[in-house]
């Protein structure tokens, strides 16, 4: 399995945790990946202000992945949306294709629909496959309580999905964590957002958004946090001592991302997994994962 | 309870944007609340409230929605639009306002500052030499500081 990687903004300056224990499994799961130098911004945050723009740097994209005939794999939720819904209306809107394809002419570059996007997560179920990681399995993690977070780019707009997961119930990232032993756990209002995007127009509108995700996951007793996207990762775990610090109450909630916690499974050390640079200590999962 | 002098209305906003299909939509909507009812920022703030967004737009309300600071607190989550029995394209639709909020220069300062690192740079993040150092320590490929490509194409139009 070949596929290009697209990291996006956030994640090689701000959530290497994430690239590296990506990469970790990944290789572990022969999951090859082709670097492209010129990968952009994936164009969502030119959403709001300028739609052409973020469909032009979402089409750049794309035409990159397609000159080295590689589908393209995402770690980040708002980039994974943003480029399949850039493939989605380049490929239903006639008009809209020819209009960018004028644009990238100026840089040298035609837009052919030829490359797949898929989130990461997507691609450990229907490419690696549960068998698979089931086999790679060496530690059960069985006792980890885990709380898990889909975020909403991740599935959303379900129009440009595919079906690949249900919005309105989504299974996905807790069938992959189910293989690995980890005890899935409810929680109250699981499918709301981490307030993310708001963070640019009303801070504290964004933040309280998120402590009401922390509260309900203490609330249920979790032991850490799962999620598959850097700015989910910014609202409950780099924000967290901020919410706590504002709302006086104590979450102290570790925030991990999928692969880590499958790496764990798997054997990789601490710092393969880059554990060592979550916020919130994650520490006091080990002792939970020795019991 | 705020009031509207019918003259306020601009019954030309509705064709202007609805030469976007999608944006269309809207008119199917029948006031039940659902949008407004799982959306996650009204429940913290309950200024936010894309069932009055439907509602200002099936009125007109053009200056009201585009010079207001409400669309700009939607989190982009797809909740409403995902749980919308018309199929209003809700999100896609607050999306686009926001495009228009911004020809008249109505866009919060963070949202603004994006766009022009992305003009500059063609990423939100530069990767300097500090942050490649610490990528190959890591074992991690070294990345370009910008992405020229994505820049050009942008300033280009």
Redesign the interface.
């Given at each position: 399995m070949k596929y290009s990687l697209f990291l996006g903004c956030t994640i090689p300056a701000r959530s290497r945790n994430y690239e590296l224990s990506a990469r970790a499994i990944a290789s572990r799961l022969d999951l090859e990946f082709v670097e492209i130098e010129d990968f952009s911004c994936c164009g969502f945050p030119l959403e709001a202000s300028d739609e052409m723009g973020a469909i032009l740097l979402g089409a750049m994209n794309l035409c990159l992945a397609e000159e080295k005939g590689l589908d393209i794999c995402v770690l980040c939720s708002a980039c994974a949306s943003m480029l399949t819904k850039t493939a989605y209306h380049l490929d239903h809107d006639q008009k809209l294709r020819e209009q960018t394809n004028k644009e990238l002419a100026k840089i040298g570059k035609e837009y052919k629909g030829t490359v797949k996007v898929k989130h990461f997560a997507r691609i450990l179920l229907e490419d690696v496959t549960l068998e698979r990681i089931k086999k790679e399995t060496k530690q059960n993690l069985k006792g980890l309580r885990v709380a898990t977070h889909y975020g909403c780019h991740y599935l959303k707009p379900a129009y440009i999905y595919e079906g690949f997961d249900d919005p309105q119930d989504a299974q996905t990232l807790e069938l992959i964590l189910e293989t690995v032993g980890v005890s899935n756990i409810q929680y109250r209002r699981k499918k709301d957002c981490c307030g993310g995007p708001v963070l640019l127009s009303d801070e504290e509108v964004a933040l309280k958004v998120a402590e009401e995700k922390l509260r309900n996951v203490k609330e249920a007793g979790a032991d850490c946090m799962n999620l598959v996207c850097p700015f989910c990762s910014l609202m409950f775990d780099a924000n967290q001592k901020g919410i706590e610090t504002k709302s006086g109450d104590e979450f102290d909630i570790p925030v991990l991302y999928l692969p880590q916690i499958i790496g764990l499974a798997m054997g990789f050390s601490r710092k393969e997994l880059g554990l060592n640079l979550n916020s919130v200590s994650t520490k006091e999962l080990e002792s939970v994962l020795e019991a | 309870m705020r009031t509207f002098s019918l003259r306020d209305l601009d019954s030309d906003f509705v064709d202007e944007i609805e030469s976007l299909d999608f944006i269309g939509t809207f008119r199917d909507c029948y006031a039940c609340g659902t949008c407004t009812g799982g959306c996650?920022?009204h429940?913290?703030?309950n200024d936010?409230d894309p069932l009055r967004i439907m509602r200002m737009l099936v009125l007109g309300l053009r200056e009201e929605l585009l010079k207001g600071?409400m669309i700009?607190?939607?989190?982009?989550?797809?909740?409403c639009?995902?749980n919308c029995p018309m199929e209003v394209k809700i999100?896609?639709i607050i999306?686009?306002l926001?495009?228009l909020a911004?020809h008249e220069d109505n866009?919060?300062l963070?949202?603004?500052t994006?766009?022009k690192l992305?003009m500059d740079q063609?990423?939100?993040?530069i990767?300097d030499e500090f942050?490649n150092k610490?990528?190959a320590k890591?074992?991690?490929?070294s990345?370009?500081e910008m992405?020229?490509?994505?820049?050009?194409?942008?300033n280009?139009?």
């Open positions: - | 996650p920022v429940r913290v703030n936010y600071e700009w607190l939607c989190s982009d989550c797809y909740t639009q995902e999100t896609d999306n686009h926001k495009n911004t866009t919060p963070g949202v603004s994006q766009k992305l063609g990423k939100i993040y990767i942050d610490k990528r890591a074992g991690l490929p990345l370009p992405a020229e490509e994505a820049r050009k194409l942008l280009k139009r």
